[in-house]
């Protein structure tokens, strides 16, 4: 019986092609997912004849709420993060349900909540051998290269 708690997950140091460039991929993939929910959130200012600009920052954080929450529980990966061939994994090697998906968007919009995280989280997923972030560490998931 091994002590680490990631023992399903590939190794970073024999497999590192699993983990190679995930951080910017991510960057990326954030940059993507936040134009799509802009997208997203366009039609309804539309609807509501501009009304909800007084609402702006609610209105975005529920629908990239909602965005992520549903994407990451159907393929464990936003849009974004499916453009840069990037996916979420728990410690035992599976797919996020939509529990884990609900629980990893909170931790995200958590981060986002407190800019002093938001960096820390960044440093985490820049230094860490896996190349987590604050909220994948708390949860045991981390982000990899989707196999060819």
Same mark, same amino acid.
């Given at each position: 019986?091994?002590?680490?708690?990631?023992?399903?997950?590939?190794? $970073? %140091? /024999?497999?590192?092609?699993?983990?190679?460039?995930?951080?910017?991929? /991510?960057?990326?993939?954030? %940059?993507?997912?936040? *134009?799509?929910?802009?997208?997203?959130?366009? $039609?309804? +200012?539309?609807?509501? *004849?501009?009304? *909800?600009? #007084? #609402?702006?920052? @609610?209105?975005?954080?529920?629908?990239?709420?909602?965005?992520?929450?549903?994407?990451?529980?159907?393929?464990?990966?936003?849009?974004?993060?499916?453009?840069?061939?990037?996916? +979420?994994?728990?410690?035992?090697?599976?797919? +996020?349900?939509?529990?884990?998906?609900? @629980?990893?968007?909170?931790?995200?919009?958590?981060?986002?909540?407190?800019?002093?995280l938001q960096v820390v989280s960044i440093v985490t997923m820049l230094a860490s051998e896996r190349g987590q972030? @604050?909220?994948?560490? %708390? +949860?045991?998931?981390?982000? @990899?290269? /989707?196999?060819?």
């Amino acid at each position: 019986m091994t002590s680490d708690p990631y023992f399903d997950l590939p190794d $970073p %140091v /024999r497999q590192s092609q699993f983990y190679s460039g995930v951080a910017v991929k /991510r960057g990326l993939a954030w %940059v993507i997912d936040t *134009a799509i929910t802009f997208a997203l959130v366009l $039609p309804i +200012l539309l609807m509501t *004849a501009f009304v *909800a600009t #007084f #609402f702006l920052p @609610l209105l975005f954080f529920t629908v990239g709420f909602a965005y992520r929450w549903m994407t990451i529980a159907g393929g464990s990966a936003t849009w974004g993060m499916r453009m840069m061939a990037v996916e +979420l994994r728990n410690a035992g090697g599976q797919r +996020l349900d939509g529990g884990e998906a609900f @629980l990893h968007t909170l931790g995200y919009t958590v981060q986002w909540a407190f800019p002093v995280l938001q960096v820390v989280s960044i440093v985490t997923m820049l230094a860490s051998e896996r190349g987590q972030s @604050l909220t994948d560490m %708390v +949860l045991g998931t981390v982000a @990899l290269n /989707r196999r060819a």
